[in-house]
């Protein structure tokens, strides 16, 4: 086998995190499932145990009651901004009373008639309310930072999620489309700039430091501003002949090879990078990181949902490492621009099927992207 180039790993080992899926869940059958044969194996009577099993549930029901009249008592002070004037909204948003008023009154019903301690049933509740009580106020009921991230992913309601759709309804769905026409354009002027057409793509830029350059050649010495491409003019929320426009760039390689290609950055990062120094705010750095991570997915799942930007666009997310590499943004940029031009010829000469869905699994990687990011084995005539 012939050695491979040095280029066919990717620059940098990235982590980009996949959508989290049902394990958690799988978790609380399995431990269920496990704590059954536990308790059927020790062999306690049965009446015992199930008056005891019914008196946690009705606790934690009370619980679930106590906490919504908590939270009952801030929102009727805010019915008219927050549950247009209705009592009941304020209700029905304080308890979720479909299941867990049935389920009080069903233990409810079950505990008295299994009551047989001797104790009054008001000492009972007396009990399960103290101490739901003592949770609620050491705020021992709050979610974890894990359950919290995965409500707000599961709910779209990230920053990530809001800036990717922005970034994308409001740009990259209006500039994709017309990316491949300015640059034919160009090409017929300049013949021998963009001669492989595998790489007339709009390059986007995701570093997940968020920290974007207005000028990319102080980013990286080996990238240099050559000229625009033509403009796109429309007219667009009131303004009259909008112009879009998109900027091409030298890529100097390690053999003074130069390449060409449409570059520029995922200006919605810039947001979250003003966001983390902003006290207001409240956004740490971890969170930036979390958000960029998370705004990469989501415009990458946006973007391939996406019928007329197929083909338009590459994406190029990266990690800058905490050493002084002044040609690192350079060097994964001609990463992707091989990528695509060995691409070009397996399609062409048919060595190899395209399959899109395939994705990269491994202890290393945990990013999800496309078969067309994927290392392959590559021709060394291909330049």
């Known amino acids: 086998m012939s050695q491979e180039p040095q280029w066919l790993s990717h620059p940098t080992a990235l982590l980009i995190p996949k959508a989290r899926g049902g394990r958690a869940q799988h978790a609380v059958y399995l431990l269920l499932a496990l704590c059954a044969a536990v308790l059927y194996l020790a062999g306690e009577p049965l009446v015992p145990s199930a008056r005891s099993l019914i008196s946690h549930f009705m ?20 019915l008219q901004s927050r549950h247009h004037g209705s009592f009941w909204r304020a209700l029905s948003a304080c308890f979720p009373l479909r299941w867990h008023g049935l389920m009080l009154l069903v233990c409810g019903s079950a505990y008295v008639a299994l009551l047989e301690d001797g104790q009054p049933l008001g000492l009972h509740l007396g009990l399960a309310s103290l101490c739901q009580l003592l949770i609620l106020a050491l705020g021992l009921h709050k979610p974890s930072a894990v359950e919290m991230s995965e409500m707000s992913e599961r709910s779209k309601q990230n920053v990530a999620h809001g800036l990717a759709w922005s970034y994308y309804v409001g740009y990259l769905k209006i500039v994709l489309p017309r990316v491949k026409k300015s640059m034919e354009e160009f090409s017929r002027a300049n013949p021998n700039v963009l001669a492989r057409r595998e790489t007339w793509k709009l390059h986007i830029l995701v570093p997940l430091s968020c920290d974007v350059y207005d000028d990319l050649e102080k980013a990286d010495s080996n990238i240099q501003y050559l000229m625009d491409l033509p403009e796109t003019t429309l007219t667009r929320a009131g303004t009259k002949k909008r112009v879009y426009k998109h900027s091409l760039y030298t890529i100097r390689d390690e053999g003074n090879k130069l390449w060409h290609c449409a570059v520029e950055y995922a200006t919605p990062l810039q947001s979250l990078y003003a966001m983390s120094q902003d006290e207001y705010a ?28 197929a083909g338009t666009y590459r994406l190029i997310v990266y990690e800058e490492s905490g050493e002084a590499e002044t040609h690192s943004l350079s060097r994964d940029i001609l990463w992707h621009l091989r990528q695509q031009c060995h691409e070009e010829y397996t399609v062409y000469e048919g ?33």
């Open 282 to 309: 409240a956004f740490s750095r971890e969170d930036r990181l979390e958000q960029a991570k998370l705004f990469y997915r989501t415009l990458e799942e946006i973007l391939k949902g996406s019928k007329e930007c």
């Open 59 to 78: 606790a934690l029901q009370i619980g679930v009651l106590l906490k919504g009249t908590c939270y009952l008592a801030e929102e009727i002070f805010h």
């Open 351 to 383: 060595n190899q099927p395209h399959n899109p869905s395939t994705t990269l699994h491994s202890t290393e990687l945990n990013l999800q992207i496309s078969e067309s990011d994927l290392p392959q084995p590559l021709r060394s005539d291909c330049f």
